[in-house]
């Protein structure tokens, strides 16, 4: 038995030596390899400090460059007188609210009042209604394609988002008009949305299962928005049951700085816009700068636009020197300007700055970090994200050295609600700009009228502002 035995063991071990090794395919990270890093790691002194601090600190905290903040001060050549700061609490509606700020001076200086403010409310309900009007049509268009196809999956992705564009916020205003903020005030879920857009979009996509099932059996697209339109009376019940109806008229009336009370009238929010705003909103163009493609051409994002008979994003890409002269000529002309940028990079909501390296991460990890512009919309690392506007500049021999920017995160944060956000920044950080034609080269106007270069919705520069 014993025999037996011992010449079992040599005959199995003569069989494992004689299988190919079972190697680790290339590319894999090996024991090997980590027992090398293992090896060339040191926990010098430097290491061992940032081990110590980044544990029990906030990296930011650790990272802010001291000297940015020593040479930082808030004096501008010029400013655009501002009354008021807006909130967009917790919801993705900067867009929104930066659209309506460069708006409500107008109202303030006609009525001559100390404050005034848009209902932000009324247009985000319609803004979750024609996205969910957009959404539904989109599943009935595409209800032959495969679930997995890449243009259904952008759409199934996000249902009825709070971000947008300039161009959303002109898409509803010319169907829906404004009103003032007191005609339909903020609500928990307006300020709140997350939960709100949770259970919205778990309703469309129950609806969007139950179009792409009809069209399986043989309905036709007449009979799908016949549904379509139930759906979508569904979806302004819960949307009213969150944020109000907004009103078809309404009364107004307002007191100026001098205490004079105006008559109370009668307005439809199309007609109120009108008599008090009165902005040819086509008078506002779409500039953009982005490296990782072709200036001087003009640009559309399909599948981009809220409002399904409205537009998509589209834009003239120009070089950054451009962007920012025709910025500065809109800002010294005292006309705000919408902007949208990568707010997640080197901005400090405490101090209120947006400034090049004011952290310093590099130096705390002892790693390189540099990416171009392009390289870092490519890859990814950066889109814009946020939007703001611009009220003042700081010239200095002839040139911006930084911008003022009213934000719409409250007076609490940043220097009372606003920003300096310094020329360098504007740079790498700042990709799209909404201003007035006349601010605008010629040669750049004619930019636009290019058959448009038409995007993928996935395009990495572009992800809703929020």
Partial sequence: MKRYLK??????????LSVPSLAAPQGALTAEAIEQMRQTFKMDAHTRAMYNSITNNDINGLALNRRILQQHNEVFSHKIETKGVTDQKKSGRCWLFAGLNIMRPIVIKKCKLKDFEFSQNYLAFWDKMEKANCFLERVIEFAGRDIMDRELEIILRQPIPDGGYWESVVNLIEKYGAVPKNVMPETNSSENTSLMNALLARKLRADAALLRKMHQDGKSAEELRQAKAGMLTETYKMLVMNLGEPPAEFQWRFEDVNSVVSPMETYTPKGFYEKFVGAGLKEYVDLFNDPSKEYGRHYQLSLSKNVYDGDDVHFANIKIETLKDIAAKSVLGDERLWFACDVGKDQSKEHGIMAMDLYDYDSIYEVRMDMTKAQRALFRESVPNHAMAFIGVD??????????????????????????????????NVYSIIVKKKYVPEEVLKILEQPPVVLPPWDPMFALVQ
């Fill in 7 to 16: 010449f079992s063991i040599v005959c199995a071990a003569a069989f494992i």
């Fill in 395 to 428: 010239v200095q021999e002839g040139r911006p050295v930084k911008w003022l920017v009213e934000n719409s995160w409250g007076k609490e944060k940043g220097s009372e609600g606003r920003w300096t956000l310094y020329d360098t920044w504007f740079d790498v």
